[in-house]
């Protein structure tokens, strides 16, 4: 397929039985690899994903100078980066936000000036917090066109402070961005949380990350990350299953009826995303685990019901929980997930927009999404250049003959073997 192509779900006929494999944690993966990257010693991390963004960021510490060596899905890095390195260079991000924020982060600890930029989508997204709190630290940090947009360039300044604030009601990626530069400061770093907290689950996985690599993270009345000085250390790591993409084998599970387990994932993994097994089963799922995985089932007899839910720590997966919505016997409200308008897409405009050519009954609010039960069909499915609305469609369109969905490769920027594994249902 090339970019532009349209891809035509087949409709599943009788109920799945079904096992899936997903990739590994791109969260998870992003996280390690700064810290094995930053690291004394070198450092092995197995099950890394195979998806655009994580090409990105593996570029990105390749420019900056850190040493690996790639084995299918496992890295080997040797070196870690020379923050000392004094020469200019160009950090391009493509469409990955993640790599963007924590690589501009790295930037400012290097001697020479570091430029970060991405594809024009990119250089639209948030990222003022993140370079106001750098410039609070005391880094050298300017922009090319617009302020606080890619692209940035940013350096080391002549001295820096101890404690920082950041707004942390916009994407916990500039958290994340200070928490993993915080082991680097001689005297460490105190980060103070402003506004109200999003994605906690994420600040909770980078710490527990980091301090798989010696670093020492505590966490107070969720406002408070005080980070010790002392670097970190080359450890073994191994990624888990991504739970984003678990959502969409699970989801189609719900929609289709019948069960599906997807291999290796467990109730008790660091991924906030994993809790989405526990709002399938509210809608009236039944949840397995054994040593392989965790099941998914549906009697195709039994409705699926409405939630009333906050997804404010599981924003990534409201594309998928809507779909499943479309398909349920009574409403489902969606709540305090307003950021989500600035990730790939607006994920609440947009995705009611496409939900509505398909017949879904879909009240658009602020803050999220209502949907009521009403007489669906197929059609075609802009995917806004997100990932995540193209796959969660791709579910839909195993239960409604008909759904196409425009730009289905735009699934490569974490799960390019996407399609395949929908047949294979």
Request: glycine share 10%; proline share 4%.
């Amino acid at each position: 397929m090339t970019q532009q192509s349209e891809y035509a779900v087949a409709v599943k006929s009788g109920a799945l039985d079904a096992v899936a494999t997903v990739p590994g944690s791109k969260s998870i993966a992003h996280r390690a690899l700064i810290c094995a990257a930053l690291a004394r010693g070198e450092s092995t991390i197995t099950g890394l994903p195979d998806g655009d963004d994580t090409q990105a960021m593996l570029q990105g510490l390749n420019m900056l100078g850190a040493t690996f060596s790639l084995n299918g899905v496992d890295a080997h890095i040797q070196g870690s980066i020379d923050l000392d390195r004094t020469d200019a260079i160009t950090v391009d991000a493509n469409l990955a936000g993640t790599t963007a924020r924590f690589l501009t982060a790295i930037g400012a600890l290097r001697r020479g000036p570091v430029t970060v930029t991405g594809n024009e989508s990119l250089r639209s997204r948030p990222m003022k917090d993140l370079h106001l709190a750098l410039e609070q630290l005391g880094a050298g940090v300017s922009w090319q066109n617009d302020k606080y947009c890619l692209p940035v360039t940013v350096q080391r300044g002549e001295s820096h402070i101890h404690s920082v604030q950041v707004a942390a009601d916009t994407s916990s990626q500039f958290v994340t961005s200070l928490m993993l530069i915080a082991p680097i400061f001689p005297d460490g770093l105190t980060i103070e949380l402003t506004g109200d907290v999003i994605s906690l689950p994420y600040i909770a996985m980078s710490a527990s990350v980091m301090k798989s690599f010696g670093a020492h993270v505590r966490i107070a009345d969720n406002r408070i990350i005080v980070i010790d000085g002392g670097g970190y250390v080359g450890c073994q790591f191994a990624v888990e299953p991504d739970a984003s993409s678990a959502s969409y084998p699970f989801a189609a599970a719900a929609v289709v009826g019948g069960r599906v387990r997807v291999h290796g994932m467990r109730s008790n993994m660091l991924q906030g995303d994993s809790r989405f097994i526990d709002v399938l089963r509210q809608m009236g799922c039944e949840i397995s685990e054994d040593q392989a995985g965790i099941t998914v089932g549906r009697d195709a007899n039994r409705p699926l019901q409405g939630v009333d839910i906050d997804m404010s720590e599981i924003s990534d997966l409201v594309p998928t929980l809507a779909i499943v919505a479309m398909f349920a016997k009574t409403p489902t409200r969606i709540r305090n997930v307003g950021f989500i308008r600035k990730k790939e897409s607006d994920r609440i405009g947009d995705l009611a927009c496409e939900m509505r050519g398909l017949g879904a009954s879909v009240v658009e609010h602020e803050d999220g999404l209502e949907i009521s039960p009403h007489a669906l069909h197929g059609g075609s499915c802009d995917t806004h250049h997100d990932h995540r609305i193209a796959m969660a469609f791709g579910v839909a369109g195993l239960e409604l003959p008909g759904v196409i969905i425009d730009q289905a490769n735009v699934v490569s920027k974490s799960w390019p073997q996407f399609w395949e594994m929908l047949e294979a249902l």
